[in-house]
């Protein structure tokens, strides 16, 4: 008796056409076209050397031979599906993810049910203290590259910085020179981090060197300094990122169409040894995915 396994695509196939008892409908649950579900069934078929199923009539039906077979193979999917799920909850009953506030709140949680829903065993709790340690979470997302011998840096996603505002004031704006009869809003992070952007950066950008930006009120996150411009208080450089749901609205608005090379780079955080963690794993490649869906 032959060793070899049949290809466990052709399996999955197999079973679904099966449960179905119509090569049409299995290929619509598949996401497949009906000549890759028949192709997979023949392929199947040839590796048994029996017939799977009788065409009779427009009518597809078992042969005893595939009566007998899907059974047995029903089992072994469920039983690969309760592997995965024990090792899941066993191994991973919690995944902490350390992220900034302002792009937890913006970028992450309004996509967080997507993973749930996809991956419901795991369990996510998100950390959000902004002088948390890398070490504390399982994967953190950040545009600070901290180095640490056993952690690896992989760059993520990358986001535009513009100035943002709400829709009154941006009816006094025209060009950026308009900006010196407004309040600026700044953040801690642009004042403390050379990498940051900041209005001195951006101002730089256009090629103007000599403004004084040192004006306005401070704000400790992002998300701070955005509310301020939502409500009128002034102008923010908003992260694409995190203003896209903001500008959709009509709460902010974008208020020049000036293309400037001003990027922030975030980056995600992990120890080497999470790449044999199965709901690490199941998050990354989720976030990778989402990235890569903008």
Not at 40 to 58: H, T
Not at 105 to 113: A, C, E, H, N, T
Request: charged residues 25%; contains cysteine; glycine residues 4%.
């Amino acid at each position: 008796m032959s060793k070899r396994l049949p290809p466990l695509n052709a399996l999955k196939v197999f079973e679904v056409a099966a449960r179905r008892l119509n090569f049409t409908r299995a290929a619509e649950e598949l996401h497949v076209t009906n000549a890759a579900v028949s192709h997979q069934i023949k392929l199947l078929e040839d590796f048994l050397g029996l017939d799977l199923f009788q065409r009779s009539n427009n009518v597809l039906k078992l042969t005893e031979a595939g009566e007998r077979y899907l059974p047995r193979i029903r089992e072994g999917f469920k039983i690969f599906q309760q592997a995965t799920d024990t090792l899941l909850n066993d191994n991973n009953v919690l995944l902490r993810v350390g992220v900034p506030p302002s792009f937890g709140s913006k970028w992450l949680v309004p996509r967080l049910y997507r993973f749930l829903n996809r991956h419901p065993q795991v369990r996510v709790e998100i950390v959000s203290e902004v002088d948390r340690s890398y070490r504390d979470c399982d994967i953190s997302i950040d545009f600070r590259r901290t180095q640490f011998a056993d952690f690896r840096i992989e760059p993520f996603i990358v986001t535009e910085v513009f100035p943002v505002c709400s829709p009154a004031i941006a009816k006094t704006l025209t060009t950026p020179a308009d900006l010196s009869k407004q309040t600026l809003l700044h953040e801690v992070s642009a004042m403390n981090d050379p990498d940051y952007p900041s209005w001195q950066s951006w101002f730089s950008t256009l090629g103007v060197n000599d403004k004084d930006v040192r004006k306005g009120p401070l704000f400790t996150l992002a998300l701070m300094a955005l509310q301020a411009a939502i409500d009128g208080q002034g102008v923010a450089l908003g992260q694409s990122l995190l203003v896209e749901y903001d500008i959709a609205a009509g709460r902010l608005v974008r208020p020049f169409n000036v293309e400037t090379p001003l990027r922030l780079d975030y980056y995600l955080i992990y120890a080497a040894d999470m790449k044999e963690n199965a709901a690490f794993l199941a998050f990354h490649q989720w976030l990778i995915s989402e990235a890569q869906a903008r």
